[in-house]
């Protein structure tokens, strides 16, 4: 029995052993990648099969049993990133994972909150806006460092204004089709309903546009979205506003398919760090969505932040060696209090109505209408008041124009007096400029009163603006590797520009005419009504009408694979403007000022690509690369749309060529990106318009003192190249500390 039992009991043993062997195991520990301690439940799956477990205390785990062959691996844990490991799995063999780091999923409000910047609201026509990608705060340090610490530089990542990049809220487009920039103000102080976002940098993909090469930032505040609770705060600032007062309420969805959101904020100010710069702004939302059942979901949204805020002056040094850097030209003393002539005005309500449609499991279709509408108002002081004067022979000629108020008006400084070699003038400007320095209201009440007609008076540029925006989004998933994003948009602008006068200050009315002309009949504003005597709220000096329709559409593919991702991505759009002129501008008489202008009329194209090389886990190549052509804006098409209906000579589409490069590392103790990009910009158009003393010489004796006019500046042709690196560097020490590093290079130059 021995000698047959031990044989048998042998076999048994090395079957066994053998079958032990044969049995492939993979194994890990997960830790928190910020404090570097065990995560316990963390659930790990292998795909495409039944295998599953949890970690334990210590955060290890083990799987067994593993099929052999290519496996990919799913680490997840509710509020961290998912994340996948390919492996490969050998008959009995193990594999060890060795200590891998979960970090926790991006939310904003656990980071340094970035409100929409202010800074930019000082200037309506600023060229140094942030770009659309500064309204996030992303993981990025680079990036999050030029949204938080570099927005009062006015700094501009690779030196792209925000024309370049989208910014979209529910799906629907923001940038203004006048000049492509995000209008700010218009969603203010709605921080607490704006907390889910999506950041695309630079040509990176977005599932919902085709974007820019400054990048893309989509706004979701779909009712059922926002995080349920209430939430009071206030904020205290010496910069723009002094005090902020924000509360906000969000249901979630509830048992019956319904999602409510509430919000009402006010910031305010008598002046901020600037003088005389007041604040006053109010915002409100309310969010509310049905799901009507699995798949459909219909989502309100509206939104209305009034804002109104005193701006602040551009200074010469001059001024700012006289005066510091608190001054501000653009207020004066009226019976006591500080009254700036320069207001920004915005009061544009959104309305929104989304459907959510899942279609299947991989694919969804988003479908959006928004309607915008309201006003945007400039004030500014106008000092051309002119009269009307009858000759002895009957003949009407128009006279008249005040002295510029403005107390930084290069006359009333002393470099002015020192350049004519008059001393004591010099010192009697200087002394004056340091002991007041600002505009008098007095003497333009005065100096009207004893006109009649007004010489000053307080006037604002207005634009009344209606617009209708409608798009789809498609998103499938093709396979576990490849997604379809797809999307076709259609938004129709009616916009009304106008003067509109604010303030007769003490006159009795103001003639629509201009002292600048030769004759009478050139002088008019508006010949259909000759010298008509304009009162407060009636619109004067220009008034005309731009109609403007963009259809788009772009389609792109997002492959993801275990050592490259990579996309491709192409759009088309149809751009159409035309001005419509209701002043017969007498300067440019006939159709040339009234009536509808020249249809301009753009077909436009763009493509991109770009992929992701993992080296490993922690080590990727990141390379974008794009062309595309721009429409120009409608405020680079007309030379002058204020007086007439001239279109650009030359006008034609903008074309862009632009690449980057970016070397990531990620491990749990540093975080870091290195970026190089080369951007060319062809055939740009470019105006500027300013008032210019000494224009030219008419004299023969290179006197240019004698003439002055009103110029537009048309550059056309204009070619640009922004090349540079950027490099960002986070790493945490301790648990508490945490360094970090930034440094942007960049030179550009009009090529």
């Known amino acids: 029995m021995k000698k047959i039992i031990i044989p048998i009991l042998s076999c048994m043993l090395f079957v066994l052993g053998a079958n032990a062997q044969s049995l492939s195991i993979v194994k890990g520990s997960i830790s928190d990648g910020d404090t570097e301690k065990p995560l316990s439940g963390v659930k790990i799956t292998v795909t495409d099969t039944a295998l599953s477990t949890l970690t334990d205390k210590n955060g290890q785990f083990v799987l067994q049993s593993v099929p052999v062959g290519d496996q990919k691996v799913i680490v997840a844990f509710n509020g961290y990133e998912k994340q996948t490991f390919p492996v490969s799995v050998m008959q009995g063999k193990e594999i060890n994972l060795g200590n891998i780091f979960l970090y926790k999923e991006y939310d904003i409000q656990d980071e340094s909150v970035i409100s929409l910047s202010d800074d930019e609201l000082n200037d309506d026509e600023s060229s140094a806006d942030n770009i659309a990608g500064l309204l996030q705060s992303s993981r990025d340090v680079f990036s999050s460092t030029a949204a938080y ?43 607490d309903v704006q907390r889910n976002r999506e950041l695309s940098n630079g040509l990176s993909p977005s599932e919902n546009t085709f974007g820019g090469i400054a990048g893309s930032t989509s706004i979701n505040m779909r009712a059922s979205a926002l995080r349920k609770g209430a939430r009071i705060s206030y904020a205290a600032s ?74 602040s002056s551009p200074n010469t040094q001059e001024v700012y060696d006289l005066k510091g850097r608190q001054y501000n030209a653009y207020w004066g003393n009226q019976n006591g209090n500080k009254r700036n002539s320069r207001e920004r005005t915005i009061d544009e309500p959104v309305i929104m109505l989304n459907h959510y449609w899942d279609i299947s499991d991989k694919t969804t279709l988003n479908t959006n209408i928004g309607y915008q509408f309201g006003k945007i108002g400039n004030s500014r002081l106008s000092y051309g008041g002119t009269s009307l004067v009858t000759s002895t022979g009957g003949d009407q000629y128009i006279v008249g124009g005040g002295a510029n108020p403005d107390p930084t008006y290069y006359q009333k400084l002393p470099s002015y007096a020192l ?61 576990d590797n490849i997604t379809l994003n797809a999307s076709v948009a259609y938004r129709k602008l009616k916009s009304e520009n106008f003067a509109n006068m604010l303030d007769l200050l003490g006159g009795t009315g103001y003639l629509n005419a201009s002292s600048f002309a030769d004759t009478n009949d050139q002088a008019q504003f508006d010949l259909q009504n000759p010298n008509r ?150 055939d740009a158009t470019q105006i500027a318009f300013y008032y210019a003393d000494g224009l030219f010489d008419t004299t023969g004796n290179n006197n ?18 922004n090349i540079g690196g950027e490099i960002g560097i ?22």
């Open 149 to 191: 610490d570099f927005s009062s530089t006015f700094f501009r990542p690779r030196g792209y204004n925000s024309e370049n990049g989208k910014l979209l809220i529910n799906g629907i487009e923001m940038n203004k089709i006048y000049n492509g920039r995000p209008q700010w103000g218009n969603w203010g102080g709605l921080n």
């Open 238 to 311: 010496n910069r723009s506003y002094t005090g902020r007062f924000m509360g906000s309420y969000s249901t979630g969805l509830n048992e019956k398919g319904w999602a409510f959101s509430v919000l009402a904020s006010r910031r305010a100010g008598n002046e901020g760090y600037l003088d005389a710069s007041l604040y006053d702004a109010n915002s409100y939302f309310v969010g509310i969505e049905k799901k009507l059942n699995e798949n459909h979901s219909l989502n309100l949204t509206a939104f209305y932040a009034q804002n109104r805020r005193g701006k």
């Open 419 to 479: 350049r004519q070699g008059d001393l004591l003038s010099a010192y009697g400007a200087d002394q004056s400029f340091r002991n007041d320095g600002q505009i008098d209201w007095n003497q333009m009440y005065t100096a009207n009163l004893s006109n009649g007609n007004s010489v000053y008076a307080l006037y604002e540029d207005r634009n009344d603006d209606k617009q209708l925006s409608l798009n789809t989004i498609l998103n499938t998933e093709v396979s």
């Open 533 to 682: 005597i304009v009162k407060e709220g009636e619109r004067f000096n220009y008034n005309f009408e731009i109609d403007a329709s963009i259809l788009d559409g772009f389609a792109q593919a997002q492959f993801n694979y275990n050592k490259v991702d990579f996309y491709l991505g192409a759009k088309v759009s149809k751009t159409a403007y035309q001005r419509n002129g209701l002043y017969e501008n007498g300067s440019f008489a006939g159709n040339r000022s009234l009536g509808k202008s020249k249809k301009l009329d753009f077909t436009n194209y763009g493509a991109k690509g770009g992929f992701t090389y993992k080296i490993n886990g922690r080590n990727l190549i990141n390379v974008n690369g794009g062309y595309l052509t721009k429409a120009p804006t409608v405020r680079n098409s007309f030379s002058n749309s204020r007086a007439n209906n001239d279109v650009v000579v030359g006008l034609t589409d903008e074309k862009v060529f632009s690449g980057d490069i970016s070397y990531i590392v990620r491990t749990p103790i540093v975080k870091a990106r290195f970026t190089g990009y080369y951007t060319k910009f062809s």
């Open 704 to 721: 240019l003192n004698n003439n002055s006019a009103f110029v537009q500046s048309v550059l056309t042709g204009v070619s640009k190249k």
């Open 730 to 751: 986070e790493a945490q020490v301790t648990p508490t500390i945490k360094l970090k590093g930034v440094a942007a290079m960049g030179d550009y130059t009009y090529d």
